[in-house]
């Protein structure tokens, strides 16, 4: 299901049913990619407040990228979250080049303790998407918790009593951190951590200790949910990362809309005669593609109007 039908099914609609996967479409994606590469290149955190336009349906970031730190950024939500088109976030954590893409790290305990303390003040529902190296995380929050939220595992970040417990006290340790953190010499740090967490990779630590804390947020709280996907593939399809207590699962039929390209978000105006400018779609999901779009088969050229979807890698009809 595209994430903008899910927002808009749920705002017309409040019900704890979710989908088992989402596709953030085209023109969305294009503009997240873009921010975390200044984010990733920069090394430092950068997002934006998302709104919600009820004309159009859709998502999209709002104004220019806000600039954080390396490992925060001050969205300014006690204001954005009165604002008439707030409907959540995005930000980038950029690990790239501190530890490499393969090291992604999700949402951490404060950002889904922000995201319930300033839920959106216009809508039922908030929209929350993370990126970092090669993956994409979309938390929504389906109501607003009357409490703060509550995790089986707390905050299980193994970094923040390293930095006590070891690192601050000890001289050579802490001038190695100053220099990562100031000069950028991420190579240290990433040295640093590994030989005082005994361990060959920093995943098998921070992160996956933190996709616990995430998963226990969102299994343990029925109106949060966690989804994950990959943002370098050309359609970006996030999975629910667990079965959540209290939810139930909608058809994953795609909109039965014709007018919208599920890989660029086009819209389609016309009836296209013309064999080379019709437009095709999936018979088995429904999602719809451009002239340009679709997964050209083996062997074919970019010409050749046989493609299939990119979504369920059904065989698509023009029409």
């Known amino acids: 299901m595209d994430i903008n039908e899910f927002v808009s099914l749920q705002l017309a609609q409040p019900r704890n049913r979710v989908p088992a996967y989402l596709i953030i479409p085209g023109y969305l994606q294009s503009a997240i990619k873009a921010t975390k590469a200044k984010s990733e290149a920069k090394v ?17 970031l709002a ?4 600039v954080g730190e390396f490992n925060w950024l001050d969205l300014k939500l006690p204001i954005a979250k009165h604002t008439t088109a707030f409907i959540g976030t995005y930000h980038n954590h950029p690990y790239e080049k501190r530890y490499g893409a393969d090291y992604a790290l999700g949402p951490s305990s404060g950002d889904w ?17 993370v990126t970092s190296g090669k993956l994409v995380f979309v938390a929504f929050l389906l109501q ?22 070891h690192i601050y006290s000890d001289d050579h340790l802490n001038d190695v951190y100053s220099d990562a953190i100031h000069k950028k010499v991420w190579s240290s740090e ?19 200790d933190v996709m616990r804390m995430n998963t226990s947020y969102a299994s343990r709280n029925p109106g949060f949910v966690l989804y994950i996907g990959t943002l370098a593939d050309s359609v970006c399809k996030v999975e629910i990362y667990a079965r959540h207590v209290g939810l139930s699962f909608l058809d994953n039929i795609q909109s039965a809309d014709r007018t919208v390209c599920y890989s660029c978000g086009q819209r389609r105006t016309h009836d296209n ?10 018979p088995s999901c429904k999602a719809v593609f451009c002239p340009q779009h679709g ?3 083996p062997g074919n050229h970019f010409y050749s109007r046989s493609r ?5 890698n059904s065989r698509t009809l023009l029409f």
Request: with cysteine; proline share 7%.
């Open 113 to 129: 303790i922000g995201w319930n303390d300033h839920f959106p003040g216009n809508y039922g529902v908030s929209v929350n998407i």
């Open 44 to 60: 430092l955190e950068m997002g934006n407040c998302l709104n919600w336009d009820p004309a159009l349906g859709r998502l999209s």
């Open 144 to 165: 607003r918790s009357p409490g703060r939220p509550d995790c089986e595992y707390g905050d299980t970040d193994d970094f923040s009593p390293l930095l006590f417990q």
């Open 273 to 282: 005669p013309s064999y080379f400018s019709q437009w095709h779609r999936c």
């Open 190 to 208: 990433k040295e640093m951590y590994q030989n005082l967490l005994g361990q060959a990779d920093l995943r098998r630590t921070h992160q996956e």
């Open 308 to 312: 299939n979807c990119v979504v369920c």
């Open 295 to 297: 997964k050209i088969l």
């Open 63 to 66: 104004g220019q990228p806000i």
